[in-house]
């Protein structure tokens, strides 16, 4: 994975980022958190460290599984 800087604060963030729309099942389904966890671990773990999230993906469900991971 290459990094770059991010502006002037020194963070290394991944060139590749994460979207979260799908994060926990596809359009229309219900959230799967297991599959969520699942997906994040799976992209941290190949070097992605920039998640792209917001509340209205998966009614804030993408962004409470982004915020847990990050907790454990």
Request: proline residues 1%; aromatic residues 14%.
């Amino acid at each position: 994975m290459k990094y770059r800087t991010l502006g002037k604060t020194n963070f290394s963030i991944s060139e590749v980022s994460l979207g979260t729309w799908q994060l926990g099942g596809k359009w229309g389904t219900p959230f799967d958190h297991k599959d969520a966890m699942d997906t994040l671990a799976a992209a941290y773990d190949h070097g992605a460290n920039f998640f792209d999230t917001a509340d209205g993906y998966q009614g804030g469900e993408s962004e409470r599984a982004v915020g847990e991971f990050v907790r454990n």
